[in-house]
């Protein structure tokens, strides 16, 4: 076996990935589909190392798509990449719980190295043929669409835990926004007051508390 080559798919044709004579392939956060001629190039395939507890949160934004939606739960799977998005069978997976404070760089560092750890210590038997990838369930399956940048507008009609934890999963890309005095703010955090005594104003209403 060859030592291990790092390379972008960009800048790599089918016919130069096949001359590298690698036994398999480790994709990580490529968030696209893959041709169906790159992953025939490797002997035992390609394993995508993806963050999420598949056939939950197929698709391109898995972490952003588990701390929005509340989810009490994620983690990594090792899977047999195929040509659908996500759908190939999954060899391994590790369960994670899911603090309800974790900020989306937080949750990809550490799931980033949770799964590498986790590969190198399956990868022979993957090779080997021990462990066996088990198909996935797709009826059980759910899809996130990839984000965009009008999403970053925050809906203040929404329940604040909704508002709180968008801020939390949209943070670096797309980001929170709101509009103040006619000036567009990014919000890079929040968190939820549970005033016993709350103020009847609506919804999106901006005030200067005597702490600030």
Known sequence: MLPPTT???SHISTDEITALKADIGILVAYGRLMPTSVIQAFPH???NLH???LPHHRGPIPLEAVIRDGDNITGISLMQLAPAMDAGPVFYQV????ADTITKQALADHLGLLGAEQLIKTLPSIID????AQPQDDIQASYDQRLTKPMSQ???QQPARHIER????????PGSITTITG??????GAHIWLDPNPLLQPAGTFEKSANN
Do not use: E
């Open 154 to 156: 925050i809906n203040w």
């Open 166 to 173: 968008q801020i939390r999963a949209y943070a670096g890309w």
């Open 51 to 53: 963050p999420s507890l």
């Open 7 to 9: 390379f972008l798919l």
């Open 183 to 188: 000036t567009d703010v990014t919000i890079t």
């Open 45 to 47: 395939g390609i394993i």
């Open 129 to 132: 043929g021990t462990l066996v």
């Open 95 to 98: 369960t994670v719980p899911l």
